[in-house]
């Protein structure tokens, strides 16, 4: 038995649902799931671009059902979309599919155990159910639901200014006051008053279902140009791993050259102890050791650049020194070939939630743009500087040069697609346009330049609580 009575499980707030600190919100979604206006555009903006990109993935809700999804930026762990019905004067079954949308809410709240849940009121917006007939059937079914499972534990509606409110909390003394288990029954009679006191719903529905039909249409032409941009992206992203191989490469060949050195001279010197009759247990040891130390090496650098070519599919807890330092472990022998300097002065104790190879590529990519401006500009002494440090309640890590710097007049295109200050078939343009895509949109932090005394700052900062997967 639930210790609760139905009555301290069911609240009322009066305001903003993209707000409430809940396990999950239902969102009065359209067929498509991809946005809309009120409740359901809000929930979107708020949640940020990937609740609509889980959305996509979807294909639509049917009426009367309902689909989850994460919440993302919201303060709610799961967003339920459920698509209410279009009010019709009841000829259509609205009511039944109203009271399924509540139900499959609640039955997706009670499967995975969640405490709290909160409610808009479903279709009495643009749909036109009348409010006064939709908050019955919403308390109803909720009353029932919690009066026979554990889960939710606490159902909360937001309503949208005071008037809905008033709706809302009326009906609810009205069914306390004719008690828990007595049901609330909507006679045919009742109905067709109402529908008579609400003639201005009923002769505005050509215009509500026409309102309806355009917005699917525009949200379907949003969605087919949303996957657009996503292949672009993902062909882009393809393009900079591509390009990165053939740099990879040439890293691999710096890694390698003076481990397969030992090698060499290692099987030389067996060799000539071999041939002097000079070749004792002592020095088998020793020549065996020193191939097997380095074959070790080579074993461990092939797995660095195996793994950076992994894509991360669920965010880590990781630590920025530590990934820094498995990047100069990819690129370092690269800059020492290139009589770049590194230095690095990180003071980062905690971990953040992100993805290790993404951000991986990013530093290799700032370092390698900072190798190469050095390079060019023939500086002498080149020298690159990582710095680490908690600011703005995340983490930073800075790479700067000593090099030419940035030129002014370019500082605010050097993140689009295809830039490139190289001449043709020199660069793709993708690297620094590919690092900002990674850090903004998938790991909700920022990437910012900047042009100092002398050379140029790269600058990440990351949120402490880093990316949603």
Known sequence: ?????????????????????????????????????????????????????????LKGCEPGMAKVTKGYDLLSQYVIHTVGPIWDNGRNKEQETLRSCYQSCLQIAKDKKLSTLAFPSVSTGLYGFPIQLAAPIALKVTAEFLSEHEFPETVIFVLYGPEDFGVYTQKWE??????????????EQEILSFSHECQHVAKGLK???????????????????????IKKDKLMAQQSKMASMGEMIGMIAHQWRQPLSAITTAAAGLKIRLMKGTLDPEAIEYFASDINNQAQYLSTTIND????????????????????????????????????????DIHLENQIHSFANELMQVFLNLLKNSKE???????????????????EGGQVVEFRDNGPGIPEE???????????????????????????????????????????????????????????G
């Open 305 to 344: 650049f195996r793994n950076f070519f992994r894509p991360s599919n669920e965010p880590e807890q990781l630590y920025l020194g530590e990934l820094v330092q498995k990047t100069l472990g990819i690129i370092g022998k690269s800059l020492e070939y290139n009589s770049v300097v590194v230095q690095v």
């Open 207 to 229: 215009t509500r279902e026409e309102l309806v039909r355009i917005e699917g249409l525009l949200y379907q032409r949003f969605a087919e140009e949303f996957e657009k941009n």
């Open 1 to 57: 038995m639930k210790q609760q009575t139905i009555l301290d499980q069911v609240k009322f707030i009066d305001g903003d649902i993209t707000k409430i600190q809940a396990d999950a919100i239902v969102n009065a979604a359209n067929i498509s799931l991809l946005g809309g206006g009120g409740v359901d555009g809000a929930i979107h903006r708020a949640a940020g671009p990937k609740l609509l990109e889980e959305c996509s993935s």
């Open 410 to 468: 370019i500082i605010e295109s050097i993140f689009e697609p295809y830039f490139s200050t190289k001449g043709p078939g020199a660069g793709t343009g993708l690297g620094l346009y590919m690092s900002k895509v990674i850090i903004e949109q998938h790991c909700y932090g920022r990437l910012e330049a900047a042009q100092t005394q002398p050379g140029a700052m790269f600058r990440v900062w990351l949120p402490i609580g880093g990316s949603n």
């Open 174 to 187: 009205e069914l306390n006051h004719q008690g828990s288990e007595s049901p609330v029954v909507l006679t």
């Open 373 to 391: 401006a050095l390079s060019d500009a023939k500086t002498p002494d080149p020298t690159i500087t990582i710095t680490g440090y908690q600011a």
